[in-house]
């Protein structure tokens, strides 16, 4: 058989644009953006272990066959209504963008809902879980209402109907000394304030210039699992349990 010639190597494309390595993520990082903008991305959370030091958070979206890196930034977090927790499935609402540092793109991350009831009922469920372990719903932990309360306070909005209601059902029955907290019942913070409101009525001193109740409501009017969700926060049962 004839012998062949080896092929000669390529020829390079001198004529190609040549570009930096920085030149290049740059042009990519903006490419990236400019092409995307804001995006709502739907997928599990993974690889979340809390906040940062610096108060960011770093994880990623997942589904069943590809991931992208998440960050949510330090004051975006600390606004969030829900939180980013392992295991949860999520819309993600941000910008997608680039990290040169490491040729990697990412979602920045800047607001966050459970995708569908079914993810708030597992949240849920999987939060119970763990509260039970620690104790909290223990029965030894339970108080009797009183008979009798001579002082009641009540953690809720002063301008919903919850508030009429109690006052007209306690009028109705027993006349008592009802001392009101106002908070916010839902959105940004809500969990927060009846957290709070708990902790100060717990707070004031027996025999003190304000009355300290013998019995604590806090209560909302009806509305979805979603509108009720800041009464299912960590903080406020850590709150109640407490008290």
């Given at each position: 058989m004839?012998?062949?010639?080896?092929?000669?190597?390529a020829?390079?494309?001198?004529?190609?644009?040549e570009?930096?390595?920085?030149?290049l993520?740059?042009?990519l990082?903006?490419?990236?953006?400019?092409?995307?903008g804001?995006?709502?991305v739907?997928?599990?959370?993974?690889?979340?272990r809390?906040?940062?030091s610096s108060?960011h958070?770093?994880?990623?979206?997942?589904?069943e066959?590809?991931?992208?890196e998440?960050v949510?930034?330090k004051?975006?977090?600390?606004?969030m209504?829900?939180?980013?927790?392992?295991?949860l499935?999520?819309?993600?609402t941000?910008k997608?963008?680039?990290?040169?540092?490491?040729?990697?793109?990412?979602?920045?991350?800047?607001?966050?809902e459970p995708?569908?009831i079914?993810?708030?009922?597992?949240?849920?469920e999987?939060?119970?879980?763990?509260?039970?372990?620690?104790?909290?719903?223990?029965?030894?932990?339970?108080?009797?209402?009183?008979?009798?309360?001579d002082?009641i306070g009540?953690?809720?909005?002063?301008?919903?109907?919850?508030?009429r209601?109690i006052?007209?059902?306690?009028?109705?029955r027993f006349p008592?000394h009802v001392?009101v907290?106002?908070?916010?019942?839902?959105?940004e913070g809500?969990?927060?304030?009846?957290?709070?409101?708990?902790?100060?009525f717990?707070a004031?001193?027996?025999?003190?210039?304000?009355?300290?109740?013998?019995v604590l409501?806090?209560?909302?009017?009806?509305?979805s699992?979603e509108d009720?969700w800041s009464?299912?926060?960590?903080?406020?049962?850590?709150?109640?349990?407490?008290s």
């Open positions: 004839p012998n062949r010639l080896p092929m000669p190597p020829e390079p494309l001198l004529n190609a644009p570009f930096t390595v920085s030149e993520s740059q042009s990082k903006r490419t990236v953006e400019d092409a995307f804001h995006v709502r739907r997928g599990e959370i993974s690889g979340f809390g906040a940062h108060g958070c770093y994880f990623a979206l997942k589904d066959s590809a991931k992208i998440a949510i930034w004051g975006v977090h600390g606004r209504r829900f939180k980013p927790q392992e295991g499935e999520v819309i993600a941000g997608l963008t680039t990290y040169p540092g490491s040729s990697k793109y990412q979602i920045v991350i800047e607001a966050l995708a569908g079914g993810a708030l009922m597992a949240l849920m999987e939060r119970k879980k763990k509260l039970a372990a620690e104790g909290l719903f223990d029965e030894a932990r339970k108080q009797l209402l009183p008979w009798l309360p002082v009540v953690v809720t909005s002063p301008t919903g109907a919850v508030i209601d006052l007209h059902r306690l009028n109705d008592r001392l907290w106002p908070v916010k019942v839902q959105g809500s969990a927060e304030q009846v957290a709070a409101a708990i902790r100060g717990n004031l001193p027996e025999g003190g210039r304000i009355p300290r109740p013998d409501i806090v209560a909302r009017g009806g509305g699992l009720l009464f299912n926060e960590e903080i406020v049962v850590r709150a109640a349990a407490e």
